[in-house]
Nanobody
Framework: EVQLQASGGGLVQAGGSLRLSCAASGFAFNDYAIGWFRQVPGKEREGVSCISNSDDRTWYQDYVKGRFTVSSDNAKKTVYLQMNRLKPEDTAVYYC???????????????????????WGQGTQVTVSS
C-alpha cells in the first residue's frame, strides 16, 4: 500500500520556522521525486518545492526561494521541507506528493504541475500569525 504521511505543521509567529516531514512507503522511493504543495480554501493547490530522489535536483517556487529548503533522506524514505522566515501568507494546508516522471529525469521546472504526481499524502496545516 502506497503511503505518504505529511507531518510537522503547526502554529508559528511570523518570522519563525517549521520543518515538515513526508514519510513514504509502498513504492520505489529512490525512483521518484517528492513535491510539496499548499492550498488555501477557495484557491487551487500550488507547488512549493520538489526534490528528485534519484539525482537530488531541486525546484522552488519563486516566493519561497531563500526561505525554504527541501531535502531527502533516502535511507529513511523521508523528505523534509525546512521553512524559515515564515510569513502570514504561507498559511495553508501543505501536502506532499510523489512523481515518477520527475524522479526519472523529467523537467524539474514542471514540478508545480499537479497532474505529474501519482500519489498524494494527507495535508498538514501550517498557520503563521502576524
Amino acid at each position: 500500500e502506497v503511503q505518504l504521511q505529511a507531518s510537522g505543521g503547526g502554529l508559528v509567529q511570523a518570522g519563525g520556522s517549521l520543518r515538515l516531514s513526508c514519510a513514504a512507503s509502498g513504492f520505489a522511493f529512490n525512483d521518484y521525486a517528492i513535491g510539496w504543495f499548499r492550498q488555501v480554501p477557495g484557491k487551487e493547490r500550488e507547488g512549493v518545492s520538489c526534490i528528485s530522489n534519484s539525482d537530488d535536483r531541486t525546484w522552488y517556487q519563486d516566493y519561497v526561494k531563500g526561505r525554504f529548503t527541501v531535502s531527502s533522506d533516502n535511507a529513511k524514505k523521508t523528505v523534509y521541507l525546512q521553512m524559515n522566515r515564515l510569513k502570514p501568507e504561507d498559511t495553508a494546508v501543505y501536502y506532499c506528493a510523489a512523481s515518477e516522471y520527475l524522479g526519472a529525469g523529467g523537467r524539474i521546472e514542471y514540478s508545480d504541475f499537479v497532474s505529474l504526481y501519482e500519489f498524494w499524502g494527507q495535508g498538514t496545516q501550517v498557520t503563521v500569525s502576524s
